[in-house]
């Protein structure tokens, strides 16, 4: 089922490729960045807590 | 429309943006699954394009969304320039990585569709040159923010940045109709149906640009959340090292 890009098919792929890799590095670093920072202000703020 | 303004609450803020969060972002990945397959694999190939007429599924609603981000910008920084809200200088943050990378995809999909169809990679064409500056604001933008320590002054420098990059998002958008010339054709989109393309492509797109936007709004939500609660770190932290 997959389509014939002729002689374009290098010029899709890799427009695919290049657009498909960008967001999923956008997602996944943004993922990450929410969960530690998220962890970290935890301990910031049960540090903060017990210091009064 | 004093209800807008309880989301200026950073808590609310959040409060409110995880409880969407997961149904903008499982809406964005369906709009985005179901329009990139039928695109892909679905539509035929255009008379004049060829099989290349499938990168306007990623090059059309990523410029798109490259030039929006950057008015969202401006929506928040002038909030923040005028009413002072914290949350609304840290959207305008969350927002241009997101902008960047929409510039990035804009300019990339559009070298390489470019090369078969004119013969180059670029051209100092009104429009690919207006949207080239708009990502160096973008840059210059993301670096401003990362190099200045006080939130607010960076917040501040940062929505006049914003202002000035404005004038090259409204040339990437209307620098066809403006010089009226260059290779980049006009839009592919438009309320005069006799501009857009045909329907066999028109739907499958219209569905690409909803997940790019959705893509984008789930991004910002989950991004302006982690800024709100770096800059409660930062306070914290200052508030230890005056201890």
Request: charged letters at 15%; glycine letters at 6%; proline letters at 3%.
């Amino acid at each position: 089922m997959m389509p014939d890009l002729g002689k374009y098919a290098v010029e899709v792929l890799a427009s695919y490729g290049a657009s498909i890799a960008l967001i999923v590095a956008l997602v996944v670093l943004s993922v990450a960045r929410a969960r530690r920072v998220r962890a970290e202000l935890e301990t910031v703020e049960k540090r903060s807590r017990q210091d009064g | 429309m004093n209800a807008i303004w309880q989301y200026a609450n950073p808590k609310k803020f959040i409060d409110t943006s995880e409880r969407l969060l997961p149904w903008v972002a499982g809406l964005a990945a369906l709009c985005l699954g179901v329009g990139l397959i039928w695109g892909y694999f679905l539509t035929p190939d255009a008379e004049r394009f060829g099989a290349t007429v499938k990168i306007i599924y990623l090059h059309v609603p990523a410029a798109m969304m490259a030039i929006s981000a950057w008015f969202m910008m401006l929506v928040a920084s002038l909030i923040w320039i005028i009413r002072r809200h914290h949350v609304s200088a840290l959207a305008a943050r969350a927002a241009a990585p997101v902008g960047a990378v929409m510039t990035v995809i804009g300019l990339v999909t559009g070298a390489i569709w470019g090369q078969p169809m004119w013969g180059t990679w670029w051209a100092w064409d009104p429009r690919l040159t207006s949207f080239l500056i708009l990502f160096l604001f973008y840059l210059g933008y993301i670096a401003l923010w990362a190099a200045i320590e006080d939130d607010d002054s960076a917040a501040d420098l940062t929505s006049i940045l914003c202002l000035v990059g404005s004038v090259f998002a409204v040339l990437s958008r209307y620098a066809v109709n403006f010089w009226n010339q260059g290779l980049h054709q006009g839009a592919s989109l438009s309320l005069d149906k006799e501009e857009n393309v045909a329907d066999v492509f028109y739907i499958p797109l219209l569905v690409c640009i909803a997940g790019f936007v959705l893509l984008f709004v789930a991004l910002v939500l989950m991004r302006t959340g982690t800024e709100i609660r770096a800059r409660r770190m930062r306070v914290l932290l200052a508030r230890e090292r005056m201890k």
